[in-house]
C-alpha cells in the first residue's frame, strides 16, 4: 500500500496516498503557448539547507544524504512526469559525466512514461542545458532517449564553444546579453519552441533569475524536519536582496510523519503571485 500523508492545509480529516499526489496537480494543462507553466522543486532540512559544501577544501557541494527519501524522491519524479521541456545547466552536466550525481534526465518508472503517453505527453521530456561557460560533456542518454535538446547561453558567451556545440548539431537558444541566461529570455525562447510544462530541476542560481525576472509559476517545496548544519551551504537561492516582494501563497501541506526515520517531512506548495497577475 501507498505511504499515507496528513493533509494539514486545506485541512482535511482522511489520510491520502502519497502515490498519485502531485499527478493530480496536471501541471501539464495549466500552460498554454503564450504563457508556459514554470514550476521548481526542492528537498530542504529545517534550518534551509539544501546542500552543503566545503569552500576550503574546494570540494563541490552535496546534497547530505539523511535528507533524501524514497518519499521525497517519488514525488519529484511524479513532477518530472508532467513536463514537456526540462531545466537544467552544465554544472549537473558536470556531476553525471563524474557521477556525483545519478540521472535524472529521463522518466524511468514505466508507469509514469505511461502517464506521460496518456496524457499527450512524448514517453520523455525536452531538455536545455543552460550554462555560461558552455565546458560540459552531454550524456549519451539523451539520445538513446530521442530527447530534444538545446544549450541555452547569453549573447557574449564564447565563440569558440558556441561553434563547437553548433558543429555537434545542437541548437543554441541565446538568452541573455552577456554569458549568463536570463529567465525572461528563456522562457522567451522556449515559447518560441511552443513548450508548455517547464520544470526547473537547476540550482539557487537559475531558480533566482526565474524569480527576479518573475517567470516561476509555482514552487514545489519538501522540508524535512532535522536540522543540518554547516558552515558553508547552499539556500533555495542566494543573491542580491529583491527589490520587489516575491508574494507566495501556500495551496497545499502535507505532513508525513514516518520518514525520514525518527522525523517527518512536510510537502508544500506555493503559488506565485507575480506571475499569475501578469
Ligand atoms: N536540495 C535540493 O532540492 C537541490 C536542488 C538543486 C540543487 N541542489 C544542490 O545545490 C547545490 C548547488 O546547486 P547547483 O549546482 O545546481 O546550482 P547553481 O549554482 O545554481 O548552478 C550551477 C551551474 O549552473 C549554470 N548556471 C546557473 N545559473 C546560470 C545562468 N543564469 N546562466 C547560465 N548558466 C547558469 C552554470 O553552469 P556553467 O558552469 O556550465 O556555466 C553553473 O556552474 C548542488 O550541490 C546541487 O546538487 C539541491
Redesign the pocket.
Known amino acids: 500500500m501507498s505511504k499515507q500523508l496528513l493533509k494539514l492545509f486545506p485541512l482535511s480529516t482522511q489520510q491520502h496516498p502519497l502515490q498519485g499526489l502531485y499527478l493530480t496537480h496536471r501541471l501539464n494543462t495549466l500552460g498554454s503557448t503564450t504563457a508556459p507553466f514554470v514550476y521548481a522543486?526542492?528537498?530542504?532540512s529545517l534550518d534551509g539547507r539544501?546542500?552543503?559544501?566545503d569552500s576550503v577544501q574546494n570540494q563541490?557541494?552535496?546534497?547530505p544524504k539523511q535528507?533524501t527519501t524514497a518519499s521525497d524522491f517519488r514525488l519529484f519524479m511524479e513532477l518530472h512526469a508532467q513536463a514537456d521541456c526540462l531545466i537544467t545547466?552544465?554544472?549537473?552536466?558536470?556531476?553525471l559525466s563524474e557521477k556525483r550525481?545519478g540521472n535524472i534526465l529521463q522518466v524511468k518508472n514505466e508507469e509514469l512514461v505511461e502517464w506521460r503517453c496518456n496524457n499527450g505527453l512524448k514517453p520523455q521530456p525536452a531538455v536545455v542545458?543552460?550554462?555560461?561557460?558552455?565546458?560540459?560533456p552531454i550524456p549519451p542518454s539523451l539520445r538513446e532517449n530521442h530527447q530534444d535538446c538545446f544549450i541555452?547561453?547569453?549573447k557574449n558567451a564564447d565563440v569558440e564553444r558556441i561553434r563547437y556545440w553548433q558543429d555537434q548539431g545542437y541548437r543554441i537558444l541565446f538568452?541573455?546579453e552577456e554569458?549568463?541566461?536570463?529567465?525572461a529570455a528563456l522562457i522567451q525562447q522556449l515559447k518560441k519552441l511552443e513548450y508548455k510544462s517547464i520544470y526547473l530541476?537547476?540550482?539557487?542560481?537559475?531558480?533566482?533569475?526565474m524569480i527576479r525576472e518573475k517567470q516561476l509559476s509555482r514552487i514545489y517545496l519538501?522540508v524535512t524536519h532535522q536540522f543540518i548544519g554547516g558552515l558553508d551551504f547552499?539556500t533555495?537561492w542566494s543573491g542580491p536582496a529583491l527589490t520587489e516582494e516575491t508574494k507566495l501563497r501556500l495551496k497545499s501541506l502535507y505532513y508525513e510523519q514516518s520518514s525520514p526515520s525518527g522525523s517527518g517531512q512536510f510537502f508544500m506548495y506555493f503559488d506565485v503571485q507575480q506571475t499569475l497577475q501578469t
Open positions: 522543486n526542492f528537498l530542504s539544501i546542500a552543503l559544501k563541490p557541494s552535496y546534497i535528507l545547466h552544465g554544472g549537473y552536466m558536470r556531476a550525481l542545458i543552460a550554462s555560461a561557460n558552455l565546458d560540459f541555452a547561453t547569453g538568452s541573455g554569458q549568463m541566461v536570463q529567465g530541476i537547476a540550482g539557487p542560481k537559475m531558480l533566482g533569475t519538501t547552499h533555495l
